[in-house]
């Protein structure tokens, strides 16, 4: 079964720290990357998508993959409260196809 | 800005009737788009692909004669919960796929929290 794995956390880091998520797929044939953050009661926000090895930067968000590892991170400099939300892994195998998601690992960023 | 709109926002039904959520595009053309269900600090699950003009295509488990889904138009697919029950309160969420100059982006719609009493 074609998966991806995170761990659900909750990943507690303090305010300003940098928040680092993980995530691990197992089909090989996955081409591209997406983070959603999500809080609770709504539905999923889309934050980065990542298709090329190494890393993409937009903010104070960082995404990294290393398809060789099958390996994708999140990585959230200055974190704040407001980041404080579930995060989901999705990763897809062609262009507009159906996304797999991994169950998300939760981030708290305490004062 | 929000690029997939739903509505209803939030529905309440008794047990036993039907229940209509749309998801449409904003200013862009879907052929595809896709039914999602959480239910509590639980994950998404994909429910069923909707396609344009043609059958939707569920997943395994999803019943598609309870869950009908009808894409009729390039910017609005419908679900319908028929005969719903309280263990269909839940709350589902459409996606669709934009595309940009060089890549394609699912957005989410904000969601329709459906409770069955």
């Known amino acids: 079964q074609k998966e991806v794995e995170q761990n659900s956390g909750p990943l507690s880091v303090p305010e300003g720290a940098i928040a680092s998520l993980n995530c691990t797929y197992s089909d090989r044939g996955s081409q591209s990357f997406f983070w959603y953050r999500q809080y609770s009661g709504k539905s999923p926000e889309l934050i980065m998508f990542i298709y090329s090895n190494g890393d993409k930067e937009d903010g104070r968000f960082t995404a990294q993959l290393n398809k060789a590892s099958q390996y994708v991170s999140l990585l959230i400099r200055d974190s704040q409260p407001s980041d404080s939300a579930t995060y989901l892994c999705a990763a897809n195998t062609g262009t507009a196809s159906k996304l797999t998601f991994g169950t998300g690992t939760r981030l708290q960023v305490t004062l | 800005g929000a690029v997939v709109s739903q509505h209803p926002s939030r529905v309440i039904c008794k047990s036993g009737t039907s229940v209509k959520i749309e998801c449409r595009s904003l200013?862009?053309?879907?052929?595809?788009m896709f039914w999602y269900r959480q239910f509590p600090k639980q994950s998404l699950m994909l429910m069923a692909t909707?396609?344009?003009?043609?059958?939707?295509?569920?997943e395994q488990g999803v019943e598609k004669d309870k869950f009908l889904i009808n894409h009729a138009s390039l910017t609005l697919s419908t679900l319908t919960v028929t005969s719903a029950h309280p263990e269909d309160s839940s709350f589902y969420i459409c996606s669709a796929w934009v595309s940009g100059t060089y890549s394609y982006e699912q957005y989410f719609g904000p969601g329709t929290r459906l409770t069955v009493t």
């Open positions: 909707s396609n344009e003009g043609s059958k939707a295509t569920y």
């Open positions: 200013d862009f053309q879907a052929t595809t």
